[in-house]
């Protein structure tokens, strides 16, 4: 369980981003291009091997 908090932590842009996507596909309504397009932004935008430092 440590391993996923530490995960999330040092993730949290593509947590907040992730989640954003869901809500937004909740609260207008599922529009699978918006989705697409905004996952395939998050992986260009995203450099997923360093951790961000605070």
Request: hydrophobic share 55%.
């Amino acid at each position: 369980m440590k391993s996923v908090i530490n995960y999330l932590v040092h993730h949290k842009k593509l947590v907040l981003i992730v989640i954003s996507i869901v809500l937004l596909n909740f609260w207008f309504g599922f529009d699978a291009r918006f989705t697409i397009i905004n996952l395939i932004w998050v992986f260009i935008n995203l450099d997923f091997t360093k951790p961000e430092k605070y």
